[in-house]
């Protein structure tokens, strides 16, 4: 039971560091935002079910485009023509930000590696590396800002 429990924490561990970032909700927000208003006026205005006009809004800011459903009135043709061009924009926007996150995590990760690998090496060097301080560096992570990242190496220095 522990193993799911792990796998379920790796999971919503990068969900939650996402929802603690104000661009992350700003961005989310403005998905929500641009999903709705067009569940919304696909609706009313093309008579469509909530489920169908969520689906039209999804598959035209995706820009799948199925062509199973589309707007037949004047009105809906005009406000889908700005749709894409605005909601476009708004997700490449999220899904940018989502990819520079992981990328970023990524770099920490790789960052807090070569740091124990160093560290390691170093306590070889010594002479004072056992198999017991061995594992316990493997289980311990160490911390590591971002500003660390920003014009230093690996060591920490400038």
Request: proline share 2%; net charge positive; hydrophobic share 45%.
């Amino acid at each position: 039971m522990e193993p799911l429990f792990d796998l379920i924490k790796k999971v919503l561990s990068p969900i939650v560091d996402l929802l603690k970032q104000h661009e992350f909700m700003v961005l989310f927000s403005l998905v929500s935002i641009t999903l709705v208003t067009g569940t919304f006026f696909y609706h009313t205005v093309e008579g469509l079910r909530y489920l169908d006009a969520l689906y039209l809004s999804v598959i035209t800011l995706t820009t799948v485009g199925y062509g199973d459903i589309a707007p037949h009135t004047d009105a809906g043709k005009i406000f889908t023509m700005i749709y894409l061009i605005v909601g476009v924009g708004i997700i490449l926007g999220f899904v940018n930000f989502i990819a520079e996150h992981a990328r970023e995590k990524s770099k920490i990760n790789e960052l807090v590696l070569k740091r124990q690998e160093h560290i390691e090496y170093l306590l070889e060097k010594k002479g004072v590396l056992n198999k017991k301080l061995k594992n316990a560096l493997k289980n311990t992570k160490l911390n590591v800002q971002k500003e660390d990242l920003i014009n230093h190496d690996y060591f920490g220095k400038k």
